[in-house]
């Protein structure tokens, strides 16, 4: 599965919030409240299908979309790829930046604090 872009993403969230849904209703209340004109969300719609985000089905002469992905699927499929591609398969760069960045919420923290509790009893459950 590729990986896709933010707008593409926040489209993905729309049709996956509202359901299957034509063209036109995405341009109605995701299009012309950002600008986009149809033929773009059109481009964007036929991207996530391409890309498998996004499946497609005539119904009454006319396509309807529905997703085929969680938005959250796509999210971590997007966030596998950049620590794949952009730090070497390493995730303590991006620890790093989150504990110099100071902008982790107390929430957020204590969700990481979490994850990293399950995998260390992951890994002691698998030694």
């Known amino acids: 599965m590729r990986t896709i872009g933010d707008q593409e993403l926040a ?28 033929s773009t969300v059109l481009t964007m719609m036929e ?32 966030v596998a790829s950049f620590v794949d591609r952009t730090l070497g398969g390493s995730v303590t760069p ?10 982790v919420s107390d929430a957020e923290l204590a969700e990481l604090e979490e994850l990293v509790a399950r995998l260390q009893d992951e890994r002691r459950r698998s030694s």
Not at 12 to 33: I, K, N, Q, S, Y
Not at 49 to 59: A, D, E, N, P, Y
Not at 94 to 103: C, D, G, N, P, Y
């Open 94 to 103: 991006f620890v790093t930046f989150l504990a110099e960045a100071h902008q």
């Open 47 to 78: 991207r996530l299908r391409k890309k498998g985000h996004l499946s497609r089905k005539q119904v009454d002469g006319v396509y309807r979309y529905a997703p085929r992905t969680a938005p959250g699927d796509a999210v971590q499929h997007a």
């Open 11 to 38: 489209l993905l969230r729309d049709v996956a919030g509202h359901g299957a849904a034509t063209v036109a209703e995405v341009v109605e209340r995701f299009g012309l409240p950002r600008g986009l004109a149809r």
